[in-house]
């Protein structure tokens, strides 16, 4: 290893060591911390099932060159990013990424058409987590998916739903690591409907229904994901926060919470210790919403800083699973997996290299002069000279140099593909 980042290091160690913290330590919890990289930032949200356009109130913008149009080029995709990404990490993959050559319907869908994807995340010693696709389908109508008033369509999904869960078994018995299946609906109005608890009660019953079978939460956990508004659901959204929260919490769900679901100044830092003191499990969805959800790649903002805070300072990492959310094409693709997923590490290991005991202490005594001094001088300390020794003990490229693989991978394969896909 470089002498000097080896030299950083070890006087960021003495440092760090002054407030009580053990860097080494850090690092060896950090290595432990998996995040699921979002297979859908490589194509757009399309996936290989058909060539519907996407719908349910989300949007990509941007028509940078590159996208994965199989699933080979996009797991190669996926490889070429998870090498610039220090840890062993999960994958998660929407139903219409499955992986066959023949057409298959969603509702028909069935866990061997993901076998290329389990063998591929074996191999690699990948997780898999899954999500059923309520959504870029003639049957997602009038707004509606499982809570549409006409039971045909709802069983259509119920359905689709009811095979995901199966899907998210079997890539958890065969990978000997827990899938977390996550649903999240579409499902609202435009305008605000007279009646919103019917919508509400059907989408409980439904999934009542998708659940009804115990699957052995050692391979397969169901989250289910609230939104606030979307594109076509500004004025309702059958699957709210309150529902989704009450839903989990009486049937034993995690809660899955998006960082771009809530009103722009609500932030899901904030309510990650009262749904933990709940006993319930979380999912993460870590996004970045500008002005709507319009899922930006992850930066190191605030609430970047302040969700990784949280689930450090309040040992939440065993309890939390993080994946990533965020779909933007208007930049290379792997850039921006990479940019995504390193940043929650980096926010992760900014938390955990903080002398949370001195600070609690602090705020125990009442002394918050030393705790707003503390916090403020902690942002100057040396965390990058802990961050880049790290990539460089994992064998990952270390500060911006990462981004001469993904030029060079970019001019080498991804300038070669086809512009659009053929369909
Ligand atoms: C949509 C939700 C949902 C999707 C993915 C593709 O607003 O955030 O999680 O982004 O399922
Ligand atoms: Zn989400």
Redesign the pocket.
């Known amino acids: 290893m470089d002498q000097l980042l080896k030299n950083q290091y070890e006087q960021a160690k003495v440092l760090y060591a002054k407030l009580g913290t053990d860097t080494d330590a850090v690092l060896e919890k950090l290595k432990r911390v998996k995040i699921s990289l979002h297979c859908?930032q490589g194509d757009d949200?399309h996936g290989f099932l058909k060539n519907e356009a996407l719908s349910g109130g989300?949007s990509v913008t941007g028509n940078y060159p590159g996208a994965a149009h199989t699933p080979e080029q996009l797991r190669q995709d996926l490889e070429k990013a998870l090498s610039l990404i220090p840890g062993t990490h999960k994958v998660n993959l929407?139903a219409i990424y499955a992986d066959s050559t023949e057409k298959v319907e969603v509702d028909e869908l069935q866990p061997e058409h993901f076998l290329k994807w389990v063998e591929w995340a074996k191999e690699r010693g990948l997780g898999l987590d899954f999500?059923p696709t309520c959504f870029s389908h003639p049957n997602f109508r009038d707004g509606f998916t499982i809570s549409h008033p006409d039971p045909k369509i709802r069983q259509f999904w119920i359905k689709h739903c009811k095979t995901a869960r199966k899907i998210g078994e079997y890539f958890g018995k065969e990978l000997g690591e827990v899938c977390i299946t996550n649903f999240?609906f579409p499902d609202g109005s435009k305008e605000k409907p007279v009646d919103s608890m019917a919508p509400r009660k059907r989408m409980k019953e439904a999934l009542d229904e998708i659940f009804s079978e115990k699957i052995d939460p050692q391979y397969n956990l169901d989250a289910v994901?609230s939104?606030l508004f979307?594109i076509g659901s500004e004025s309702y959204v059958v699957g709210s926060h309150e529902f989704c929260l009450g839903y989990a919490l009486s049937h034993d769900k995690l809660v899955c919470l998006?960082a771009?679901?809530f009103h722009p100044t609500e932030k899901i830092s904030q309510k990650i210790s009262s749904v933990a003191l709940f006993d319930t499990k979380i999912l993460l969805?870590v996004s970045r919403p500008v002005r709507w959800?319009s899922?930006h790649v992850v930066i190191m903002d605030d609430e970047l800083q302040a969700i990784a805070h949280e689930l450090v300072r309040n040992n939440l990492l065993d309890k939390t699973f993080i994946g990533l959310?965020y779909f933007d094409a208007s930049i290379n693709r792997i850039a921006a997996w990479v940019i995504g997923a390193r940043n929650i590490l980096k926010a992760l290991l900014l938390a955990m290299l903080e002398p949370t005991e001195k600070l609690k202490e602090a705020e125990a005594e009442f002394d918050f002069t030393t705790r707003l001094a503390m916090l403020e001088e902690l942002k100057s300390y040396p965390f990058g000279s802990v961050w880049d020794y790290y990539c460089a003990k994992m064998d990952i490229p270390v500060r911006e140099t990462w981004l001469v693989d993904v030029k060079q991978y970019e001019s080498e394969i991804l300038m070669k593909r086809y512009p659009t896909r053929k369909s």
């Open positions: 859908w949200v989300i929407h999500n999240w994901e939104k979307g998006d771009g679901h969805h959800d899922d959310d």
